[in-house]
């Protein structure tokens, strides 16, 4: 599976951006879906993964602020981000892992910036 990730771009404190992750090369709706993040000088880290039942898991950090949907007619994976905090600066990545043997690919990531 192919993962194009797009969205991303610079936002004040307190603002939204909405990313988008399509897919393509296989079944999407057969992936669970994940967005992560790697800040500047920091390990990657998980944001928010969304199963093929569509049952969510977020990170501390974000819960209450981003929520990630899927679409799979569109086979499309969104992360709505709100209330948008500098600490929120960083690289998000897409990922998809196949529920039929666990494998997991990526793609490439699209920078968000949080101006304070």
């Known amino acids: 599976v192919q993962l194009q990730a797009s969205g991303g771009g610079l936002v004040q404190v307190g603002g939204s951006l909405r990313l988008s992750c399509a897919a393509s090369?296989?079944?999407?709706?057969?992936?669970?879906m994940g967005w992560y993040r790697q800040a500047p000088g920091k390990q990657r880290e998980s944001v928010a993964l969304?199963?093929?039942?569509?049952?969510?898991d977020y990170a501390d950090s974000v819960k209450g602020r981003f929520a990630i949907s899927r679409d799979n007619a569109k086979d499309t994976v969104y992360l709505q981000m709100n209330r948008l905090k500098p600490e929120d600066t960083a690289v998000y990545y897409c990922?998809?892992?196949?529920?039929?043997?666990?494998?997991?690919?990526w793609g490439q990531g699209t920078l968000v910036t949080v101006s304070s």
């Open positions: 969304i199963r093929t039942g569509g049952s969510t």
């Open positions: 090369g296989s079944i999407f709706s057969g992936y669970f």
């Open positions: 990922n998809a892992i196949a529920t039929t043997d666990g494998r997991t690919y």
